[in-house]
């Protein structure tokens, strides 16, 4: 069974401080290109944002926080491009696991890892083995990894594992076969760069995460833009479906 509730049977307690925090990391070759610098240059940049992302929410008491990296559509740019960025990951696992580590953060990768080489799944084996103890974070790097594709992996694991249920599958008997299913579904989504989609990101759980939308490309999205998009959740009435006078009637919610 899943871990935790579902928005759409339950109704789940709201913090001022959102537990869960889901990211489109955009703009690194765009913030590359102004500076008149090769797209990787803005991925490169992009990494070391991505260590300032973790100080942060370990900083704001944020328990999850889930970057998506690569998606599977990501496949479709330049050949080039995406050696380079298969290259800076593995970089990245190699230098950044020990940190991590020393820092409490437990690191997952979800998505079809299948299509990598066997020295990065290694590699990645090795990293959420090194962290799989660690309570302060839960870091989760969406690579290669598609909502579509996340949600079909759950029906077919579901046709495999409960085929003479068939036809009296529930929401949670899915949810417990989704990537995500170690965390709660997330409070607050943000999207740098400007476009304002979730491209094939978490369809099932951001069902009812509150969105932010900045122009901030991800290499300029620092500590103080993001506690920028937390004031701006803090704003928000999380209602769930009920109504604001619900809300008033309602301790803590």
């Known amino acids: 069974m899943a871990l935790f509730s579902s928005s759409t049977r339950d109704v789940p307690s709201v913090a001022e401080v959102p537990r869960h925090v889901a990211v489109i990391m955009d703009g690194n070759g765009r913030w590359a290109k102004k500076r008149f610098l090769p797209r990787v240059a803005g991925h490169v940049k992009g990494v070391e944002l991505v260590r300032e992302m973790v100080r942060s929410c370990l900083e704001r008491g944020i328990r999850y926080l889930t970057l998506f990296a690569f998606s599977s559509e990501n496949w479709r740019r330049p050949q080039e491009e995406v050696s380079l960025l298969m290259q800076l990951f593995v970089k990245a696992l190699q230098q950044e696991v020990e940190k991590l580590d020393r820092n409490g953060v437990r690191l997952r990768v979800i998505g079809d890892l299948a299509r990598f080489d066997e020295p990065l799944q290694q590699l990645i084996r090795q990293a959420e083995a090194q962290t799989a103890g660690n309570t302060a974070l839960e870091l989760t790097i969406a690579a290669n990894y598609g909502g579509r594709w996340d949600i079909m992996q759950a029906v077919n694991r579901l046709a495999t594992e409960k085929a ?70 803090q704003q928000r009435e999380r209602r769930f479906g009920r109504t604001s006078e619900q809300l008033s009637d309602t301790p803590n919610a």
Request: net charge negative; glycine share 6%.
């Open 164 to 233: 003479d249920q068939a036809g009296g599958w529930s929401e949670a008997d899915l949810e417990s076969r989704l990537s995500m299913h170690f965390a709660p579904e997330p409070d607050l989504f943000i999207r740098t760069g400007g476009e304002e989609r979730i491209s094939n990101f978490l369809l099932w759980q951001l069902a009812y995460t509150e969105f932010y939308f900045t122009p901030t490309l991800w290499p300029d999205f620092n500590a103080t833009e993001f506690d920028k998009a937390i004031a701006s959740y």
